[in-house]
């Protein structure tokens, strides 16, 4: 394994740790929310800094994009470190075992390492930039499924900021005609890992942050297969709007998406 990568399953398999052992007593989470429908427990923080001072201890300088503290680290750093301590927290709240920690690295803006830690399963994805992924160190790969009407995707419903509600139910619909079944799990990075290894077929969603995406994403295309945004280029990180899936269900997916694509849903 590459030593960054390494670096980076410490800093996950760490803050996994304290979300195993916070999510013993639920009971006890002090929760507070950041806006409607986003919220925020000493969980989250907790394992964000568990993260933040692991990967310091060995790259003081590189700079960090971490979804409780925001930006830090040496601005003009070519490392950018991109963190979501725990992915799928209103599902950890609840204690609904789906979550994740995710962290990504990117170099001079492309990605690089990827780590999606699933402590509730002790399922580690890994990936570095041409090496492939895996799933507990063994390879993974996209599934062999070509035909939209025998994929199972995974979305994410938005509900949160409702600017794109009516497109998305649009798509919605079309999906459930057109699939084999939709899932909502509610952790993205976890959903896009679950593409990688081929238990899911695609997956769409709008309106993310690019540490729901940046692990998951690197993942897929490790594991043969697409990601994009909804225009089918590499834009996703910028306009939260994301696409996977294997070669052939990617751009079928495009299809369903591409009559709904207007003003800020254009890509
Ligand atoms: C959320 C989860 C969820 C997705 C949301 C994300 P959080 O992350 O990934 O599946 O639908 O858009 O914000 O807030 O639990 O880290
Ligand atoms: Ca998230
Ligand atoms: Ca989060």
Do not use: C
Not at 10 to 17: L, S
Not at 98 to 106: G, H, K
């Amino acid at each position: 394994m590459h030593p960054t990568l390494n670096i980076a399953v410490k800093a996950a398999r760490r803050a996994g740790q304290i979300i195993n052992r916070a999510s013993l007593d639920i009971g006890q989470l002090k929760i507070s929310t950041k806006q409607q429908n986003d919220f925020v427990t000493e969980v989250d923080k907790a394992a964000e800094a568990i993260i933040i001072d692991t990967l310091r201890e060995t790259y003081p300088k590189h700079a960090i994009l971490a979804e409780e503290t925001g930006h830090s680290g040496q601005e003009d750093s070519e490392f950018q470190w991109i963190i979501d301590p725990l992915d799928g927290t209103t599902n950890f709240i609840h204690g609904f075992p789906q979550y994740a920690v995710s962290i990504a690295m990117a170099h001079k803006g492309v990605l690089t390492h990827a780590v999606v830690y699933d402590p509730s399963r002790n399922e580690l994805f890994t990936a570095s930039k041409g090496g492939g992924a895996f799933l507990n160190d063994k390879r993974i790969r996209v599934s062999k499924r070509a035909k939209l009407d025998e994929a199972l995707l995974g979305t994410g419903f938005p509900y949160r900021v409702f600017d794109h509600v009516d497109a998305y139910l649009a798509i919605f619909k079309e999906m459930t005609k057109r699939t084999a079944g939709i899932r909502r799990p509610g952790a993205a990075s976890l959903d896009l890992a679950y593409v990688a290894s081929g238990r899911l077929d695609g997956f769409w969603e709008f309106g993310l942050s690019p540490w729901d995406m940046a692990a998951g994403a690197l993942l897929i295309s490790e594991a043969g297969g697409l990601v994009g945004d909804l225009a089918g280029e590499s834009n996703y990180l910028v306009t939260g709007n994301i696409i996977g899936g294997t070669p052939k269900v990617f751009s079928q997916i495009l299809q369903v998406i591409a009559p709904h694509r207007k003003g800020n849903l254009s890509a």
